[in-house]
């Protein structure tokens, strides 16, 4: 699994900031220790049946991408499809935006679908995934 961090103006661009109420570039971000005690437990549904083996029938893998606060993006990928949570730690406290993409197998870069949700991210993970973040899986790549 591999994490990579994305500058602001990919973020601008990536989630449309003023749609998901999150600010925009300044002082702070991922690369600030001090504010990176954040923890989340997720899960995700395709087409609204959570993650399994049947589920993720076509879906090689997903990936997370988490954009703080400040606009700064996190991309953690590959993700197994049929993971029932994920739990990701030393994240910015406070308001975010995450986005789980879903792509298709056989070295094809195909997203074939993803969902968006908002989440405040605290220092204690909730008992159970939380959000549950609804993919929505299209029969053919989407751009």
């Known amino acids: 699994m591999k994490a990579s961090s ?8 990536f989630f449309g900031l003023s749609g998901l109420g999150l600010g ?22 395709l087409n609204g049946v959570p993650a399994s083996t049947d ?6 893998h997903v990936d997370m ?18 993971l029932t949570r ?10 975010a935006a995450l986005r789980i993409r879903a792509y298709r197998g056989g070295g094809e870069n195909c997203p074939l679908g993803e969902g968006i949700v908002r989440l405040r991210v605290s220092d204690t993970p909730p008992d159970a995934p939380s959000p549950v973040v609804p993919v929505q899986i299209y029969s053919n790549c989407q751009p």
Do not use: M
């Not at 994305?6 to 661009?13: I, K, P, Q, R, S």
């Not at 925009?24 to 549904?45: F, H, M, V, Y």
């Not at 988490?66 to 953690?76: K, M, N, P, R």
């Not at 994920?86 to 308001?95: A, D, H, I, S, V």
């Open 86 to 95: 994920f739990r990701y730690e030393n994240l910015p406290l406070g308001n």
């Open 65 to 82: 991408t988490f954009q703080d606060s400040y606009g700064s993006l996190l991309t953690v990928s590959p993700i197994p499809c049929t």
């Open 24 to 45: 925009g570039c300044g002082a702070g971000s991922l690369d600030n220790q001090n504010e990176r005690a954040g923890k989340i437990l997720i899960a995700w549904t």
């Open 55 to 60: 589920a993720c029938n076509g879906v090689d």
């Open 6 to 13: 994305h500058g602001c103006f990919a973020a601008l661009a």
